[in-house]
């Protein structure tokens, strides 16, 4: 049964970084790629950032394109999300979820979602 952990989130004011990190466990990383995705008070669920199976491909919202970086770690069954330079806009529940291979823009296109963890941007 694959499993997901998110966590690093927390508060953190405007300018800020944080690094969330999204732990596997139930299954082989190595032949997925692995979205992040947040959501928002009222808001839909959003497509933030996704790293190919292989770790050669990304693909970056543009809200935060300059600012977040995604990366894997398959050893060590992880994938992290580096967040600098955060915004108010920013908050939401972050969570990670898996898909065969290659990235896609779309959520439903990804399956097994971890529980999330909260970011807050604020003063």
């Known amino acids: 049964q694959p499993q997901f952990v998110e966590s690093g989130g927390g508060l953190v004011q405007p300018g800020g970084s944080l690094r969330l990190s999204c732990a596997f466990s139930g299954f082989s990383l190595v032949d997925y790629a692995i979205g992040w995705f947040r959501q928002a008070p009222g808001k839909e669920r959003e497509g933030v950032s996704c790293i190919s199976f292989s770790g050669g491909s990304t693909n970056y919202a543009d809200s935060v394109k300059g600012r977040f970086t995604i990366s894997r770690d398959n050893a060590k069954k992880t994938v992290y999300l580096q967040m600098n330079s955060l915004k108010p806009e920013d908050t939401g529940v972050y969570f990670c979820?898996?898909?065969?291979?290659?990235?896609?823009?779309?959520?439903?296109?990804?399956?097994?979602w971890g529980q999330g963890t909260q970011v807050t941007v604020s003063v």
């Open positions: 979820a898996r898909r065969d291979y290659f990235c896609s823009t779309q959520d439903k296109d990804f399956s097994s």
